[in-house]
């Protein structure tokens, strides 16, 4: 990758989430980090493209390594965001047991 | 798909992931944004096998179907309980995954040049960095490690000169000075740096180490995409990276920390700090006859009340009976709210999702800012498991850990019950004035949940007793 090309990137994506989770209410704190959790889990790409160029040798081996921690990592994040976020209801909707 | 498809599909879906995380920053819509995400991966990783031509690699499809359904199987398996060592754990896979990544890269990028040796290094020392900060960080939550902070003698020297070493490799195996094979030497460095860093942290600083570790997870994966050219890892990664960076910005306020201050490792306890005011001769708490009588008595009184739960709540498990409590309040007329410090728990936004696990609408949870204020109207300011959030002495104890820090001003409502285990102070080691405040206050000491059945049998006793 060419550096500045990848510098660039860098630097427009790190701008582009801090804008973005600047203003979170605390109630979303643990979903959004396990949801971009669960994004950095996409490491499964960069193991997939390193399967892809490395496909005689040796190092076919850590690159299916990686794409099955990488796996867990976006399946087992985005499967427990969901849970969790499914937890928060309104007081409407959550209904009232006792009452 | 042709070829010139791919950067305008790269964008798009650059641009799906950046809406799907907007739409998680509310409430209403964090669930469509989550699964926007997810199926923006989804799409990222079949992209991606269609460019390298992996439809037909049977070993690349096979290892995505094994991480699937392990993945699978912990998401819904695992319980909310254990939902912090969990996201720790997680997030150690995303970081060795990088470092696996850095290593097979390693090979192409020793003769490509220059930046892709930087890029491959920083991405293996990140990762693993990542994965053993995170594999200690889970350890601890889990219990299998103390809970302790754990501090070896020149501990910061040792962090600094890990720091160091790591450098200096970087810069030998960038200039060539080092072999191809001491690249190894990394992920030892990196390794030690995860641990020393994570071992010396516990209860409060626990919040801020685990998005932090998140926010180095995204930065290893951006590293890892730059070494092996994948332009949606790079973004993904910065994305993350940025995330988390602003998750610690947000807890490191709350606590009134500077995050250089917690990286170098004063994250110590109070022990070490004998430099505040000499502290206040412990005075016996008020004997009280029936303590569990005169909180029920003051709760079936009241009409406002504020309940401060704390990691004592979810270390009993004791959000069931709270929410139990809270209809009791409510059928006899109180109103309910909860007070939310953003440090309670082990993790950002742990109280939130412990309470909505036990169906408590998110409407009543009020956070530092808007519910401070109230305290002084409300009748019946009840602590389940919280102690340095509440702690008044954070505004005087200087030289301790929690000078500066803004808590909870329970002491401000009419009365205060505080449900804790013991009268020891909390984490943080600094004694609570209100334990011992001859007023206003009354202790019910033991396990938050049994304490809490109990308090919530005297309350219908008097609520009956004054029916009839």
């Known amino acids: 990758m060419n550096p500045l090309f990848a510098l660039a990137l860098f630097l427009l ?69 969901e849970r969790m976020l499914r937890l928060f209801k309104k007081r409407d909707r959550a209904g009232d047991p006792h009452a | ?84 060592q969990f996201v720790a754990l997680l997030n150690g896979l995303g970081g060795a995954s990088s470092a696996l990544i850095a290593l097979g890269a390693w090979p192409q990028a020793a003769v490509t040049g220059l930046f892709a040796r930087f890029a491959v290094s920083l991405a293996l020392l990140v990762g693993s960095v990542t994965l ?108 993350v990276g940025a995330s988390g960076l602003i998750l610690t910005q947000i807890m490191c306020r709350a606590m009134n920390r500077s995050l250089t201050a917690i990286l170098v490792g004063q994250t110590s306890r109070a ?39 704390g990691y004592g709540m979810a270390l009993a498990q004791a959000q069931q009976q709270v929410r139990e409590l809270v209809l009791l309040l409510e059928k006899q007329g109180a109103i309910v709210r909860f007070a939310i410090h953003p440090v309670a728990g082990r993790m950002p936004g742990h109280m939130n999702v412990l309470l909505a696990e036990a169906d408590v609408p998110y409407e009543q949870l009020y956070e530092l800012d808007a519910i401070n204020p109230e305290f002084a109207g409300c009748d019946v300011a009840l602590v389940i498991g919280a102690n340095d959030v509440v702690n008044p002495a954070a505004s005087t104890a ?36 209100l334990y011992t405040r001859q007023e206003r206050v009354t202790l019910l000491l033991g396990d938050a949940a049994e304490t809490l059945r109990q308090l919530q049998t005297r309350l219908s006793e008097t609520l009956e007793a004054e029916k009839t």
Request: glycine share 12%.
């Open chain 1, 13 to 81: 994506s790190t701008a582009a989430g801090y804008l973005l989770i600047r203003q979170v209410p605390a109630l979303l704190h643990t979903p959004l980090m396990s949801g971009t959790n669960a994004l950095s889990g996409l490491a499964v790409l960069g193991a997939l493209s390193l399967a892809g160029v490395a496909a005689a040798s040796g190092n076919r081996w850590l690159g299916l390594a990686a794409i099955v921690l990488g796996m867990v990592n976006v399946v087992g994040g985005f499967g427990v965001t």
């Open chain 2, 1 to 84: 798909m042709p070829d010139a498809l791919v950067v305008p599909a790269l964008a798009v879906l650059c641009v799906l992931i950046l809406l799907g995380i907007h739409l998680m920053s509310r409430v209403k819509t964090a669930l469509l944004g989550n699964r926007l995400c997810a199926i923006s991966a989804l799409l990222a990783i079949l992209l991606t096998l269609w460019q390298g031509g992996l439809f037909r690699a049977g070993d690349v499809l096979i290892a995505l179907a094994i991480g699937l359904a392990a993945g699978l199987v912990a998401a819904v398996r695992i319980r909310i309980m254990a939902m912090p």
């Open chain 2, 132 to 239: 053993a900060g995170s594999l200690v960080a889970a350890g601890k939550l889990q219990r299998l490690l103390g809970q302790k902070p754990f501090v070896w003698p020149g501990h910061r020297l040792t962090v600094l000169s890990l720091l160091l070493l790591a450098a200096a490799a970087v810069a030998g195996l960038l200039t060539g000075l080092l072999p191809a094979a001491a690249v190894l030497l990394l992920v030892i460095l990196g390794s030690l740096l995860g641990l020393a860093l994570a071992v010396r942290v516990g209860g409060a600083d626990m919040p801020i180490t685990i998005s932090l570790l998140n926010a180095l997870s995204g930065l290893a994966g951006a590293l890892a995409g730059m070494a092996v050219d994948n332009i949606l890892l790079v973004f993904v990664g910065s994305v």
């Open chain 2, 271 to 309: 022990a070490l700090v004998p430099a505040g005011p000499p502290a206040p001769e412990p005075v016996a708490p008020p004997v009280q006859t029936d303590p569990f009588g005169e909180a029920a008595d003051r709760l079936g009184k009241a009409s406002q009340v504020i309940i401060v739960p």
């Open chain 2, 398 to 433: 200087e030289g301790t850990p929690i000078y500066g820090m803004p808590v909870l001003a329970v002491g401000d409502a009419r009365h205060l019950v505080i449900c804790n285990f013991d009268d020891k102070p909390g984490y943080a080691g600094v004694p609570n004035p």
